[in-house]
């Protein structure tokens, strides 16, 4: 994970959202971005019960 993202998946759930609501129109560009392995984000995520919606671009 890059270090300008919080650690704690609940407050990384958060912040996520938030910049996919904001600033980013899908998970793929704000991974680019901030340079973020998408794929350990999306573990980190699915640890606590919340996958990737397409659809919604959020994490629910």
């Given at each position: 994970m890059s270090a300008?993202?919080?650690?704690d998946p609940i407050?990384?759930?958060?912040?996520?959202?938030?910049?996919l609501r904001d600033r980013y129109p899908s998970l793929d560009e704000?991974?680019?971005s901030l340079s973020v392995d998408q794929e350990q984000l999306c573990q980190?995520?699915?640890a606590v019960g919340y996958?990737?919606?397409r659809?919604?671009?959020?994490f629910q």
């Open positions: 300008t993202i919080p650690n407050i990384l759930l958060s912040y996520i959202n938030t910049q704000l991974c680019a980190k995520l699915d996958v990737y919606s659809d919604r671009n959020q």
